[in-house]
């Protein structure tokens, strides 16, 4: 069965750090485009940063310079470094993955199931 499992979040102090990581398992061959994304009480999900095959990563304004997003293809995990966090970061972290290769063949548009990050004031 093939899964994306979010780990890493918790509850910390405003000024400080956490790390996420995605893991895809389940007989997979590799994982495409990854994005992170965060779903805040009452808001809309938004994309936080995102990371191509080729590693290139981009961020939404609201985290550049203090998020950053990493790779791990041997591992098929993706990591989203959060430092200076804000209260307003507090939300559920979810990973996304455009594609995965597979034994079972190519499949498109996984979800994680998502990690609550709460960032105290």
């Known amino acids: 069965q093939v899964q994306l499992v979010e780990s890493g979040g918790g509850l910390v102090q405003a000024g400080g750090s956490l790390r996420l990581s995605c893991a895809a398992s389940?007989?997979?061959?590799?994982?495409?485009?990854v994005g992170w994304f965060r779903q805040g009480p009452g808001t809309r999900r938004e994309l936080v940063a995102g990371?191509?095959?080729?590693?290139?990563?981009n961020y939404d304004d609201s985290v550049k310079g203090r998020f950053t997003i990493s790779r791990d293809d041997a591992k098929n995990t993706v990591y989203l470094q959060m430092n200076s966090l804000k209260p307003e970061d507090t939300a559920v972290y979810y990973c996304?993955?455009?594609?995965?290769?597979?034994?079972?063949?190519?499949?498109?548009?996984?979800w994680g199931q998502g990690t609550q990050v709460t960032v105290s004031s």
């Open positions: 996304h993955v455009d594609r995965l290769e597979t034994m079972y063949g190519p499949m498109n548009d996984y």
């Open positions: 389940g007989n997979i061959f590799s994982i495409n485009n």
């Open positions: 990371i191509d095959s080729e590693g290139s990563a």
